[in-house]
């Protein structure tokens, strides 16, 4: 008979985020049509717009904050290990090699609205 499988243990953690000055996180885009001005050559004035859900609220992408967790453990932790096991790595590919020795992390981190 097979041996049972284990789960690894989880944990969720809640909070809020709590900005001390302004914020905006972008999303590359670009609207000219929510602002009705011109600049002074006549040329619309480009306004660059934020991220969205599909309400059209404005959130932070948990890939920002996955990556903000990421870079205050790097300065705190010292184990790469367990940097290396919630975050993941990918190590440098050698030129006699056809992939690089990767991992992904376990720690997911979703969007915050």
Same mark, same amino acid.
């Given at each position: 008979?097979?041996?049972?499988?284990?789960?690894?243990?989880?944990?969720?953690?809640?909070?809020?985020?709590?900005?001390?000055?302004?914020?905006?996180?972008?999303?590359?885009?670009?609207?000219?049509?929510?602002?009705?001005?011109?600049?002074?050559?006549?040329?619309?004035?480009?306004?660059?717009?934020?991220?969205?859900?599909?309400?059209?609220? =404005?959130?932070?992408?948990?890939?920002? &904050?996955? $990556?903000? #967790?990421?870079? !205050?453990? +790097? =300065?705190?932790?010292?184990?790469?290990? &367990?940097? $290396?096991? #919630?975050?993941? !790595?990918? +190590?440098?590919?050698?030129?006699?090699?056809?992939?690089?020795?990767?991992?992904?992390?376990?720690?997911?981190?979703?969007?915050?609205?």
């Amino acid at each position: 008979m097979p041996e049972p499988r284990t789960l690894l243990p989880q944990f969720r953690i809640d909070g809020w985020i709590t900005t001390l000055g302004p914020l905006r996180i972008g999303d590359g885009e670009e609207s000219r049509s929510r602002i009705n001005r011109t600049k002074k050559d006549g040329q619309p004035v480009q306004v660059q717009t934020v991220c969205a859900d599909h309400l059209g609220r =404005a959130y932070l992408p948990g890939t920002g &904050l996955r $990556g903000f #967790l990421r870079a !205050y453990a +790097k =300065a705190r932790v010292t184990n790469c290990a &367990l940097l $290396g096991a #919630l975050f993941g !790595y990918q +190590k440098q590919r050698k030129p006699d090699e056809q992939f690089a020795d990767a991992m992904g992390g376990l720690l997911t981190v979703w969007d915050a609205p």
